[in-house]
T-cell receptor, first 113, second 114 residues
Framework: NAGVTQTPKFRVLKTGQSMTLLCAQD?????MYWYRQDPGMGLRLIHY???????AKGEVPDGYNVSRLKKQNFLLGLESAAPSQTSVYFC????????????FGEGSWLTVV | GDSVTQMEGPVTLSEEAFLTINCTYT??????LFWYVQYPGEGLQLLLK?????DKGSNKGFEATYRKETTSFHLEKGSVQVSDSAVYFC?????????????FGKGTTLSVSS
């Protein structure tokens, strides 16, 4: 009954370091998403994918890259972390068309110092 | 573009009080509307949804009605409990635009005291 699983849950990075957040879903969903949550800003879409091998930019894509090599996984990469990327990151997935329910992971807390 | 506006928080209530959190939207197509809830330290969970005008979504004593004429989807609960303390997000998705994700409001923090 895993649903959407994110790793790691917590990470502290130094400015300029790189890292990858991994999202895995076991619901055979076509669509996957990465959001960031900041105080007073709600959730903002970073990148999303509508199927294996596809990715697209969301509202705030700069400084991030993504890959969807396997249907069940969606990776979010930070090539050179900046303090402005300190945030809580949420992965989510859904069946085709986001009119269906979107299921969220538990979040990854990232601090860039 | 599409957007969601929800009332600023925090909202502070006593147990058993009536709750309303206002949400209005702007959309070019025919959106589905959602309320998500986020408990402290957790991810977002779907609370309820409505996919067409005049639909009422309900769950756990919460309800919201999709009002196309006022472009609103206000969340209500008749008697809140301490356990309802959380952040509530209104969201929409525009089904006429395949591949789009949910668009969220900024969230409203609800604090219920006993």
């Amino acid at each position: 009954n895993a649903g959407v699983t994110q790793t790691p849950k917590f990470r502290v990075l130094k400015t300029g370091q790189s890292m990858t957040l991994l999202c895995a879903q076991d619901m055979n969903h076509e669509y996957m998403y990465w959001y960031r949550q900041d105080p007073g800003m709600g959730l903002r879409l970073i990148h999303y994918s509508v199927g294996e091998g596809t990715t697209a930019k969301g509202e705030v894509p700069d400084g991030y890259n993504v890959s969807r090599l396997k249907k069940q996984n969606f990776l979010l990469g930070l090539e050179s972390a900046a303090p402005s990327q300190t945030s809580v990151y949420f992965c989510a997935s859904s069946y085709e068309y986001s009119g269906n329910t979107i299921y969220f992971g538990e979040g990854s807390w990232l601090t860039v110092v | 573009g599409d957007s969601v506006t929800q009332m600023e928080g925090p909202v502070t209530l006593s147990e058993e009080a009536f709750l309303t959190i206002n949400c209005t939207y702007t959309a070019t197509g025919y959106p589905s509307l959602f309320w998500y809830v986020q408990y402290p330290g957790e991810g977002l969970q779907l609370l309820l949804k409505a996919t067409k005008a005049d639909d009422k979504g309900s769950n756990k004593g919460f309800e919201a009605t999709y009002r196309k004429e006022t472009t609103s989807f206000h969340l209500e609960k008749g008697s809140v409990q301490v356990s309802d303390s959380a952040v509530y997000f209104c969201a929409l998705s525009d089904q006429s635009q395949a591949g789009t994700a949910l668009i969220f409001g900024k969230g409203t923090t609800l604090s219920v005291s006993s």
